[in-house]
């Protein structure tokens, strides 16, 4: 099981930015696909940007332009910079990382407690 934990998600205006972070202590990050969800209450947890092993990426359609995903594999961290924030964008905001690239799919095989962005 591998330990994931996000940081960085708060209370934002309409039209800011955040950057959320994702660490992965311990474990050699290059060998993940990793991804960013998020759930608002009472929806289903839906995929927002996923990466593989190579730097690939891919985006939910609906949220290609404001929503970036990279990582630091050195710094073993995963980052999802979030601009132009929407109220829409409130959310729980989990990491995810799998060996096989599972993209948006949601049957990560590890996942981390997630980070709250709110936006008013």
């Known amino acids: 099981h591998v330990q994931l934990v996000e940081s960085g998600g708060g209370s934002v205006q309409a039209g800011g930015s955040l950057r959320l972070s994702c660490a992965v202590p311990g474990y050699r990050y290059d060998t993940y696909c990793m991804a960013w969800f998020r759930q608002a209450p009472g929806m289903e947890r839906d995929g927002v940007a996923a990466i593989d092993k190579r730097g690939m990426t891919t985006y939910a359609g609906s949220l290609q332009g404001r929503f970036t995903i990279s990582k630091d594999n050195a710094a073993n961290t995963l980052y999802l910079q979030i601009d132009n924030l929407k109220p829409e964008d409130t959310a729980m905001y989990y990491c995810?990382?799998?060996?096989?690239?599972?993209?948006?799919?949601?049957?990560?095989?590890?996942w981390g407690r997630g980070t709250q962005v709110t936006v008013s």
């Open positions: 995810a990382a799998d060996f096989f690239n599972l993209q948006l799919a949601r049957h990560y095989a590890n």
